[in-house]
């Protein structure tokens, strides 16, 4: 779920993007490019003018739109330097935690989950009411996702045992942690094999698919991050269905027909289960809370990984299966 939804962004101003040569740039495929080369330039203008202006009378309302531009779209190794800075000249400053986000996720892109952690945990001791439980809840749900993603399932456990340890009389953080060190324990253990009823009403049971390496996917039509992810499984498919993969969908959409009509459109080659009429609950015996999310089952029905998102994707099952010639 991008942390970038429930955080303060600004408007969009279109404009003909102009080369340093004075070239006119190439014209843009379409809304959302002409929004990234707006965003890129805005980013720069602003972090061009805090270093020139440290002392501005603006400089917070310039961080905090700084720094909301890079949550978006995640852009945390660029603007790092900026959140050091901010941190380091304003300890207590109003834009504070969203210059933690930053530095929290700047470290987990590196690779370094060890420091993200520390950092995550100092950003935490400054929240705790009432409040800042939706912000800590979606930020951590992004910090844990992150970790995930890069197999760091000890660092994911961490994160969501520090979010129900500093919110102890929320009841819905709570539950909400339990939920998530629940699903992160299922790393290691055998996968559910439950008997279910594929979109075409086929009884398919998921035990069958031992063998081979199997990633369930649970996603909606309504999801944006999850249709996102599909180029990248439509292209692992390719690579490495022949060599032994598997792609399971379970779609949480509303109605099957939803499915099936996206399905066919798309052209989704992988078997697809409708949940609520799969005829057993595939999110309750995978313990999904929040989507997308996909699960990576071994030739021996075990866990493996979670979350396999972006370039992690290829490049985790590039190392464990052979792509076939």
């Excluded at 078997?271 to 995978?286: K, M, R, S």
């Amino acid at each position: 779920m991008a942390l970038g939804r429930t955080l303060l962004t600004l408007g969009m101003i279109a404009g003909a993007a102009v080369g340093a040569a004075g070239q006119t740039a190439p014209a843009p495929a379409g809304v959302a490019e002409i929004q990234g080369r707006h965003d890129r330039a805005l980013v720069r203008e602003l972090s061009e003018y805090l270093i020139r202006n440290p002392e501005a009378d603006d400089r917070d309302q310039a961080y905090a739109a700084l720094f909301n531009k890079a949550i978006e779209h995640d852009w945390f190794a660029e603007t790092e330097d900026a959140a050091k800075r901010y941190l380091k000249d304003e300890p207590d400053g109003p834009v504070k935690a969203l210059a933690q986000i930053i530095s929290v996720m700047a470290r987990a892109q590196a690779g370094q989950f060890d420091e993200a952690l520390a950092r995550y945990k100092e950003l935490m001791l400054g929240l705790g009411s009432s409040d800042q439980e939706e912000f800590a809840a979606s930020f951590t749900e992004t910090f844990a996702a992150s970790a995930g993603t890069a197999g760091e399932v000890e660092v994911a456990r961490r994160i969501y045992e520090t979010l129900g340890e500093r919110f102890t009389d929320s009841a819905e953080i709570r539950d909400k942690a339990t939920r998530e060190l629940a699903r992160l324990d299922r790393v290691g253990k055998p996968a559910p094999s439950l008997e279910v009823l594929d979109v075409a009403g086929k009884s398919m049971r998921l035990g069958s698919l031992r063998g081979k390496y199997v990633l369930v996917d649970f996603w909606a039509t309504w999801c944006a991050p999850c249709i996102a992810e599909l180029p990248r499984q439509q292209e692992a498919y390719r690579k490495y269905h022949d060599a032994g993969l598997e792609i399971v969908g379970v779609s949480l959409d509303e109605t099957r027909s939803a499915v099936v009509d996206f399905v066919k459109v798309r052209k989704l080659p992988w078997i697809q289960f409708h949940n609520g009429t799969a005829g057993a609950d595939l999110v309750e015996a995978f313990g999904v809370s929040s989507i997308p999310a996909n699960y990576l089952i071994d030739p021996e029905g075990t866990v493996v990984r979670l979350d396999l998102r972006g370039s992690t994707l290829d490049s985790v099952l590039s190392k464990l299966i052979k792509k076939a010639p």
